[in-house]
């Protein structure tokens, strides 16, 4: 019987350029270097995740695994380009036969390879956001469903439905009956309207941004030539924020890595906090289970933070029962305590934040370096406000305006409209919300409707005499008839929160969850607004106050780049930045948390993550806030009171200074 005798590739001894002893700490550097086999490596915040990546692929290389041989997966373009420069420089030679790159990047290379063997010519255009809601639209009506009368969801929505199925590798039933339950009784014609979508696409060589990542492994899962070629191409994987990976991308990794195992994922536990788009906490946890002989690194030293923030840090994650646990360590001297600032109201809160800003610069620390933080949007209101009030320049990086969202102005254009009844673009905003009006016919409803007019005639009255309503909508329009004369009675007449509140009830409920995306947060929103209406005595007081918020936004986006502000954004949308100062505001229970993701650990979970995320944003300082009353949705006496945050009660009283904020008495004497 043959014996097998194995040829080992003959390599000159290794002549390291990097001084690997010097360059990293003793955590990093048992990553960098470690033997081949899969490797989870948990980089704690402001620990040199990047550098410990990009000294990975050079150390790879300067072992002479060729560069082609090595693949590595970010989640985005830019942090690739700057893996991929830092390590030409390091090494000093071309990186331009490394695979690196986006999921979707290296997905588009290698489906352009073998577009063929799924039926599709190399040149497949890659439909944007527009184009597929264009095609699953055609859909629709190819499916003859009447959207008016069963309130089926626009073509945008049914997409992000098709496309969280998809990315979570669920079944479109299981994704309505999670993220979407009113459209339960529509879930077998949306599930049709996607299936006929899929096969238009295929039909007429199209791809979208969801394909790119689900073909490419529809061809590895079906194709055994293509996949053994991949799977030898790569000897290594190396995967950057591992934490953010969602289903299908987590299949991905597991297969293209089959062969070698030589799978290295690098991310924190700690800071996953994307389930709402689709992330996969178990792809992290649940690492060493799928690849049982997985070596685990941990790098604790923290570079940004002085030691007093990250006690604060550890001491907040360290009631969530399923992590990692990790005890991240200053590398820097000490510093300011934490503070936890009691507000006695949202506007006093706002007016500490401003204050302590300005002093804070005034002892040299720029407006720049300085980020008011916050679990959604419309906790920043009053902020914005009191900045705008006291000249102090902010930019806000929380996405779409708040003030600019579609769900937003449909509401503010009723209460616009009620106070004047000749603005036209509110009026036409309003009709162009029912079935069957179009452009022409909202301008013959306006015509009508404005020839009638006089200021004593009721305008639900005009409204039910208009002539040019058409047949679709005449009963959307009776019940928009029924509404403003509800808005136009007392006692909610003037008032602008009672109006909101009864805008929703009066079916702007249904439309948002018809008509538009994350519709519970959309509705959030609304109520929100209407909380914030509270606080103005008139209906014109609240839309001044409305309108000068809004051109406030406006100016924040012709501002210069380089002005001097401070930063306001949302926590989600601040991972991976730091700041000197770092305010954080609204830690009220049921705000952060939010009250929605109390329904489950899970989601209790992940906004405890979301609150060490925002911790570990300060450098030098961390101020943490919150309101003992604030004005809630309904008003009453009983429900103003806020209760602090149940993150602030679990950090322990020696870690942080409390501030109890009072108003300054010019008539009070110093008794000495």
Known sequence: MAREYVIQPYRQSVQ????????????????????????????????????????????????????????????????????????????GQDMSELWGGTFHSIGHRVLRRHAETLGFNQSFTIQDREDAKGLVNACIAEAEIDVKATRFPKPDVVGDIGSLALNKQQSVCEVIEERYPWFEPLAAQIEDVLTR?????????????????????????????????????????????????????AELIDLLGERYKNVMVVGDDSQSIYSWRGANY?????????????????????????????QLANAAI?????????????????????????????????????QRALELREEGIELNDMAVLYRSHFHALEMQLELTRRNIPFSITSGIRFFEQAHIKDVTSYLKWLANPRDEQAFKR????????????????????????????????ILQRCAAVPKKAKVPWAQFSATVSQLESEPVA???????????????????????????QRLDDIEQLGVFARQYETLETFLA???????????????????????????????????????????CDGMFPSNRSLDSLDGEE???????????????ELYLSYPVIRTVAGGGSDDMIQQPSRFLNELPGDLVDEWKLSNFDPYRQDPF
């Open 16 to 91: 390291l350029q990097i001084d690997y002893e010097a360059e990293l700490n003793d955590a990093q550097r048992a990553a960098v270097t470690a033997l081949p086999g899969p490797a989870l490596v948990i980089a704690g915040a402001g620990s040199g995740k990047t550098r410990t990546l990009t000294y990975r692929v050079a150390y790879l290389l300067e072992q002479g695994v060729p560069a082609d041989r090595i693949l590595l997966l970010t989640f985005t373009n830019k942090a690739a380009k700057e893996m991929m420069g830092r390590v030409t420089d390091l090494i």
């Open 197 to 249: 979508y899929t096969a238009r696409k295929q039909a007429q060589g199209l791809m979208d941004f969801d394909d790119l990542l689900v073909l490419w492994l529809k061809l590895l899962k079906e194709h055994e030539d293509v996949r053994e070629l991949y799977q030898k191409r790569f000897q290594f994987v190396l995967v950057d924020e591992y934490q953010d990976t969602n289903q299908l991308q």
């Open 282 to 310: 178990e792809n992290i946890i649940e690492f060493p289970k799928r690849y049982p002989k997985a070596q685990v690194y941990k790098i604790e030293t923290n570079y940004r933070s002085t030691p007093e923030i990250l």
């Open 318 to 354: 360290a009631a969530n029962t399923r992590q990692f646990a990790k005890e991240l360590a200053a590398s820097r001297g000490s510093g300011e305590k934490p503070v936890v600032a009691v507000c006695s109201a949202a506007d006093e809160q706002a007016a500490f934040v401003a």
């Open 430 to 461: 309003l009709a162009l919300m029912l079935p069957g009006v179009g452009g022409k016919t909202a301008m013959k409803l306006w015509d009508q409707f404005l020839a009638a007019h006089t200021d004593t005639t009721p305008m639900a009255e």
């Open 494 to 520: 003037g008032d602008a929160g009672k109006m909101i509140e009864l805008i929703v009830e009066a079916g702007y409920d249904a439309y948002v969850e018809a008509n538009y995306d994350k519709a519970p």
């Open 545 to 587: 106050e409305l309108a000068l918020l809004t051109n406030v936004e406006a100016e924040q986006d012709r501002a210069e780049e380089d002005d001097e502000k401070i930063r306001l954004t949302t926590i989600h949308q601040a991972k991976g930045l730091e700041f000197k100062v770092v305010f954080v505001v609204m830690l």
């Open 606 to 620: 992940e906004e405890r993550r979301l609150f060490y995320v925002a911790i570990t944003r300060a450098q030098d």
